[in-house]
């Protein structure tokens, strides 16, 4: 099986930093795309940011400038760093990762795993 550990997250004031990040461990070939998503009370989840294996990188409009995604592939980890929080970045941070591994069947798949989630609270 594949695990996806985050950490990272707390309570920080408004204009300060933090830095989330996301492991996976397992049996696997090799991971695909990697990223953040973040669900806030009564919100439908959304893409924060996302990165391909080649290091591309897209980000939410509302994250741009203020927070970057970057991996370590020979790590198999994914980091958020979040700089500039604002109150709305308040909500429940959740990496995935798209990860191909074989199944039972020996024929090689591609699967999306989920981490558990990190709280991140802005506020004063």
């Known amino acids: 099986q594949v695990q996806l550990v985050e950490s990272g997250g707390g309570l920080v004031q408004p204009g300060g930093s933090l830095r989330l990040s996301c492991a996976a461990s397992?049996?696997?070939?090799?991971?695909?795309?990697m990223g953040w998503y973040r669900q806030a009370p009564g919100k439908p989840r959304e893409l924060v940011a996302a990165?391909?294996?080649?290091?591309?990188?897209n980000y939410a409009d509302s994250v741009k400038g203020r927070f970057t995604i970057s991996r370590d592939n020979a790590k198999n980890t994914v980091y958020l760093q979040m700089n500039n929080l604002e109150p709305e970045d308040t909500a429940v941070y959740l990496c995935?990762?798209?990860?191909?591994?074989?199944?039972?069947?020996?024929?090689?798949?591609?699967?999306?795993?989920w981490g558990q989630g990190t709280q991140v609270t802005v506020s004063s």
């Open positions: 995935n990762a798209d990860v191909q591994r074989m199944t039972i069947s020996q024929v090689k798949g591609v699967f999306r795993y």
């Open positions: 990165s391909t294996s080649g290091g591309t990188t």
């Open positions: 397992g049996s696997f070939l090799s991971i695909n795309a």
